[in-house]
T-cell receptor, first 110, second 112 residues
Framework: DAKTTQPPSMDCAEGRAANLPCNHSTISGNEYVYWYRQIHSQGPQYIIH???NNETNEMASLIITEDRKSSTLILPHATLRDTAVYYCIVRLTGYQKVTFGTGTKLQVIP | DAGVIQSPRHEVTEMGQEVTLRCKLI?????LFWYRQTMMRGLELLIYFNNNVPIDDSGMPEDRFSAKMPNASFSTLKIQPSEPRDSAVYFC??????????FGDGTRLSIL
């Protein structure tokens, strides 16, 4: 798996968009970008994933740069319940194993 | 639909005792993952199965740890004998091939 780099922590005001960056400069063409989050005391929760196109679902949007070396997870209107550790992971197509790094601790502030 | 179900949610036991953690997969999923999470080491993959067959157990700490899938919907992780350094939160996750993993709520294990 390619390695990812994320800032250790970020703050975001409640109601504002939270933009969480991830660097994956060694990603290969058949590796997807996945995002999970872990709210305190719970198991990690899948958010979104993509290969090269931008993706959006009910939880978030994923913007992947054209060269695929970085991506941004966007929570359009952050709430206090979005306070969590967010993990960016790259995963090889057809390969089940993934490695969780240290993630970004997002604190949503009232 | 029910998610991944782990039991027990909390376990406190004395050093040397056998510990058995249980996991029920989401119906239709064919891959099963066991993780361990500590403050020091973060979230580590211990072992994963595909179609009931162990594929990668390189994360299993030592021979005291063993995992099985007696059927397609159920798995156990055993620690025998347990040691204080095994104290952690243990997560189970399941998925279908090439789909996201879904995690259970974890078992918080304390070895005294």
């Amino acid at each position: 798996d390619a390695k990812t780099t994320q800032p250790p922590s970020m703050d975001c005001a409640e109601g504002r968009a939270a933009n969480l960056p991830c660097n994956h400069s060694t990603i290969s063409g058949n590796e997807y970008v996945y995002w999970y989050r872990q709210i305190h005391s719970q198991g990690p929760q899948y958010i979104i994933h993509g290969l090269k196109n931008n993706e959006t679902n009910e939880m978030a949007s994923l913007i992947i740069t054209e060269d695929r070396k970085s991506s941004t997870l966007i929570l359009p209107h952050a709430t206090l319940r979005d306070t969590a550790v967010y993990y960016c992971i790259v995963r090889l197509t057809g390969y089940q194993k993934v490695t969780f790094g240290t993630g970004t601790k997002l604190q949503v502030i009232p | 639909d029910a998610g991944v179900i782990q039991s027990p949610r909390h376990e406190v036991t004395e050093m040397g005792q056998e510990v058995t953690l249980r996991c029920k997969l989401i119906s239709g999923h064919n891959s099963l993952f066991w993780y361990r999470q500590t403050m020091m080491r973060g979230l580590e993959l211990l072992i994963y199965f595909n179609n009931n067959v162990p594929i990668d157990d390189s994360g299993m700490p030592e021979d005291r740890f063993s995992a099985k899938m007696p059927n397609a919907s159920f798995s156990t992780l055993k620690i025998q004998p347990s040691e204080p350094r095994d104290s952690a939160v243990y997560f189970c996750a399941s998925s279908s091939t090439d789909r996201p993993q879904h995690f259970g709520d974890g078992t918080r294990l304390s070895i005294l």
